[in-house]
């Protein structure tokens, strides 16, 4: 940050890196002291979005933003006013060898598909090669919570926690288990992906950036990275948000609004990413120098992200110690519905009791894309 991202600003920055705890700590005494020596905030949405909107300063002036609309909106914590800047994303995305594309359904456009778009051309795979070639990460130290979590809820119930026990979610395991059915059955030994694509075992997956990376940067021309596919809900996905704010008290807020739209800029975007592998949340032309990874999914979070029916579901947020239980109700969920063939209403009723307990005795309140909630968010 000090060597790459920040060199070139006029300005003088005191770059203080810092874990959660202390960060919030020392912020929330310099508000309650009414005067502080914090200029600039930088952190997740999670962590920015539990502060009082009344303890940033309005950003409205600053004239930039994302270039999503929904990280736009995002940004505003729920008032009419802009409370911090999107700064840097990471994220989840699909990747595929390109022998596959021969095999896409007609009229289907890589960049926009559909879940049945999807389905589909897993099918067609399967028909035309005799094996099931779509991959997911359903190994144990797969991250397929946050696939459920992050881009099928979202895609097909507008909600992850309220919705989760809805006839919509009923729908979203039903798609889930068509796609099953063209899923290379050793999926539930899989846990980073870039391992069957390049074995072949895998020619469609999903995964995260950084379990893709070694296929795209071993054989950067057998591969191709495309954004997530979208539901009757919109375009489902699990954006890692990352935004910078200025507090209330921030002693020079002329100063601080500077960096802020320094940050912004498109040279510092891309320095950001080298520096930390968080991609750009503004249209940048990424430089060929970059590994073949990086441009990869860069341009697949960028086109996901901007797409007109993005619909992001953000990492849970306030569960504390309970979060490694309300990940493992989206496991179970997904074990007795998918692999173990029970059925779909009777599982969601069953779990959503689970849930119902998590989500009390955490006392998270509900965050995007559910509606806002006062106190534990509700599971209806």
């Known amino acids: 940050m000090r060597e790459v991202v920040l060199d070139r ?54 004239g930039v933003g994302a270039a999503s609309g929904t990280f736009n909106d995002l940004s505003k914590l729920g008032t009419d006013h802009v409370q911090y800047i999107p700064w840097m994303q990471a994220s989840y995305v699909m990747a595929a060898n390109k022998e596959a594309l021969e095999y896409l ?9 559909s879940y049945d778009e999807l389905i589909a051309w897993a099918a067609n795979v399967h028909e035309a090669t005799g094996q099931p070639k779509f991959g997911f990460p359903a190994g144990p130290k797969g991250l397929k919570h946050r696939f459920f979590q992050g881009y099928l809820y979202p895609s097909y119930t507008d909600g992850v926690v309220r919705t989760f026990a809805s006839d919509e979610a009923v729908t979203a395991w039903e798609k889930f288990r068509e796609l099953w059915e063209h899923t290379n059955p050793a999926s539930t030994n899989f846990s980073f992906l870039q391992e069957q694509l390049l074995s072949e075992d895998v020619w469609i997956a999903f995964d995260h950036t950084s379990r893709l990376a070694q296929a795209f940067n071993e054989r950067p021309d057998d591969f191709i990275a ?42 510092t975007q891309i320095a950001t990413l080298r520096a930390t592998n968080f991609f750009p949340v503004v249209d940048v032309e990424l430089p060929a120098d ?29 569960l504390g110690d309970a979060g490694g239980d309300f990940n493992r109700v989206f496991v179970d969920t997904f074990e007795r519905i998918v692999l173990a063939r029970q059925d779909i209403r009777r599982v969601l009723d069953d779990q959503k009791r689970r849930l119902e307990a998590i989500m009390n005795e955490s006392g998270a309140s509900c965050w995007a894309p559910d509606a806002p909630s006062d106190g534990p968010c509700p599971v209806e």
């Open 9 to 62: 600003h006029e300005g003088e920055v005191d770059y203080q890196p810092n874990e959660n705890g202390p960060w919030l700590t020392r912020l929330l005494a310099e508000l309650e002291a009414g005067s502080g020596t914090i200029g600039v905030l930088g952190g997740l949405h999670g962590e920015l979005a539990a502060l009082d909107p009344n303890d940033l300063t309005d950003l409205d002036d600053l």
């Open 105 to 113: 359904p007609e009229g289907a456009d890589i960049d926009a598909l």
């Open 226 to 267: 495309f954004p997530a596919p979208a539901g009757p809900a919109g375009r489902g996905f699990m954006p890692v948000l990352a935004g910078v704010a200025i507090p209330s008290t921030a002693p020079e807020v002329d100063a601080a609004k500077a960096l802020v739209t320094y940050l912004m800029e498109p040279e």
């Open 290 to 318: 970059l590994p073949p990874s990086v441009q990869a999914a860069g341009g697949a979070i960028a086109k996901m992200s901007a797409a007109p029916d993005a619909n992001p579901g953000l990492l849970p947020a306030g």
